[in-house]
């Protein structure tokens, strides 16, 4: 089974300024897809960003860009330009290309200062 | 909003009875999936249907069962409730196997 670990419990940041998430998974595989998805006090889960394995270049998605390094096993989350909507609980997640369901990290809960 | 519905929003019953969630994937999607949320044991896939088949389980329990229908939407059916039971249950949904899955509002099921 594929481990996720989120090593940062909880983060802080003044707003405008940018925040890196850790992440780092376990596998065997060298097929796979990575993602970050975000959960606000509302409590949903909005996907954030998606990165697939053979892809070298690094996602991006607005202000929100991850720092990909597969032989490490590293998937970091960097949120530029903080905003106060950006405070939420985000979670890492793992998903194999032939076995189609996520697994998550415990999440790092991200606090936006203003 | 994702497209993903699910009623109810908030459950709350006794210990020993059965609820029923349902779920409707987003227009188009074929895949759903289903998630429990808790504070001990975090965000755990239970299972997955596509096209009306039943196609991977995870950590679900013998006392929970799902199904999806002709129209594509799912329930979770949840029985003899435990406290433990009590958590945030989340379907989610793709066109297929290997693309991003949208998630629902989620469940708030409180077993007590």
């Known amino acids: 089974a594929q481990t996720v670990t989120q090593s940062q419990p909880e983060m802080s940041v003044q707003e405008a300024e940018t925040v890196t998430l850790s992440c780092t998974y376990d596998?065997?595989?060298?097929?796979?897809?990575l993602f970050w998805y975000k959960q606000p006090p509302s409590r949903q889960m909005i996907l954030v960003i998606r990165q697939e394995a053979y892809k070298q270049q690094n996602a991006t998605e607005n202000r929100f860009s991850v720092n990909f390094q597969k032989a490490a096993k590293s998937f970091s989350l960097k949120i530029s330009d903080s905003q106060l909507g950006d405070t939420a609980m985000y979670f890492c997640a793992f998903m194999n290309h032939n076995d189609y369901k996520l697994s998550f990290g415990a999440g790092t809960t991200v606090t936006v200062r203003a | 909003d994702s497209g993903v519905t699910q009623t109810p929003k908030h459950l709350i019953t006794a210990t020993g009875q059965r609820v029923t969630l349902r779920c409707s994937p987003r227009s188009g999607d074929l895949s759903v999936y289903w998630y429990q949320q808790s504070l001990d044991q975090g965000l755990q896939f239970l299972i997955q249907y596509y096209n009306g088949e039943e196609r991977a389980k995870g950590n679900i329990l013998e006392r929970f069962s799902a199904q999806q229908f002709p129209d594509l939407h799912s329930e979770l059916n949840l029985s003899s409730l435990e406290l433990g039971d009590s958590a945030l249950y989340f379907c989610a949904s793709s066109a297929g196997g290997r693309d991003t899955q949208y998630f629902g509002p989620g469940t708030r099921l409180t077993v007590l």
């Open positions: 596998t065997s595989e060298s097929n796979y897809y």
